[in-house]
């Protein structure tokens, strides 16, 4: 399967900001059983200096620098992504499907591997709190004996059923506590809550940022989360392996999915962050993403 995805940013000021440093995590690799076959990003004003490298956790990101003056920033990133790989790699270090493993065996081993993510990954990060509350509420799905993927999606079923996907319950830095309490909120609430509920039995798992196809094939239901970025949660095998799976729509995140980075949680991926120089009081912020089936050839435009 083939994508091809169009996301605009644009920031309105109401005073002239003088320069611009930021950091753009809009860039599919070639990871989670997708390959990349293009991609571009294009910022105006244009950047004194524009690049691309990996960061500390791989992914790749768009650094840039504007010293001209403006009122307008827009940030346009294109790609093109064969998400066919997906689904076929949900195998653990060892080489057995997680299917077939237990969880707590699973988690076991990890630990006895001295594995640098697995120990990453089941800390606390400055979003994400492990927590004896997400603990006991996570165990219910994580019976002794029981395999990681049927537990895992256990948890995911019920999650995407005791909670409310509201987009006025939180905002960005609402505490994890409160959205447990409310069980409301959106996708980044909820790949929070699935996330911090793993950790806090000891499973390493990521917040995983990308997209989800806009238009659904024939006969299919539209999904929550489109025309916009969205987040899942991945679930670490081992090896430096993932498997992503999504709270918000009950469902591993297959061919539908693509992947533009991944961190401990919001904080480290979010598409787009840096710093303005300005005396602005004001910003108005418009997104746009469109995510399209296709083969290769014209980007969107």
Not at 25 to 45: I, S, W
Not at 96 to 122: K, N
Not at 126 to 137: D, F, M, V, W
Request: hydrophobic content about 35%.
């Amino acid at each position: 399967m083939i994508y091809r995805i169009n996301h605009r940013t644009t920031y309105n000021y109401d005073a002239p900001v003088t320069a611009s440093f930021g950091r753009i995590y809009q860039l599919p690799g070639d990871q989670d059983g997708q390959h990349c076959v293009k991609r571009t990003v294009t910022v105006d004003p244009e950047p004194e200096v524009i690049s691309e490298r990996l960061d500390y956790f791989g992914n790749l990101v768009a650094t840039c620098m504007i010293r001209t003056e403006h009122r307008e920033l827009s940030v346009v990133s294109e790609s093109e992504v064969d998400t066919g790989g997906r689904g076929r790699h949900a195998v653990t270090a060892y080489g057995e499907s997680w299917s077939d493993v237990s969880w707590d065996d699973h988690r076991t081993r990890l630990v006895g591997d001295g594995d640098l993510p697995a120990v990453e990954f089941t800390l606390d990060s400055p979003l994400i709190r492990r927590s004896r509350t997400l603990g006991r509420y996570t165990e219910e799905s994580f019976r002794p004996g029981c395999s990681l993927a049927d537990a895992t999606l256990d948890l995911c079923h019920r999650i995407n059923a005791d909670f409310t996907f509201d987009t006025k319950a939180t905002k960005v830095d609402t505490p994890l506590e409160t959205v447990l309490e409310k069980r409301r909120g959106v996708c980044q609430d909820f790949t929070h809550i699935m996330v911090g509920g793993l950790r806090s039995i000891g499973i390493p798992a990521a917040y995983v940022s990308g997209y989800l196809e806009t238009e659904p094939p024939p006969g299919r239901a539209r999904l929550v989360g489109v025309d916009r970025t969205h987040a899942w949660a991945g679930v670490y095998l081992g090896g430096g392996a993932w498997v992503g799976v999504d709270p918000t729509n009950d469902q591993v995140a297959g061919e539908r999915y693509v992947t533009t980075a991944r961190g401990r949680d919001y904080g480290d991926v979010p598409p787009l962050k840096g710093v303005i120089f300005t005396e602005a009081e004001e910003t108005r912020l418009d997104v746009a993403v469109d995510v399209a089936a296709g083969s290769t050839g014209t980007m969107v435009r």
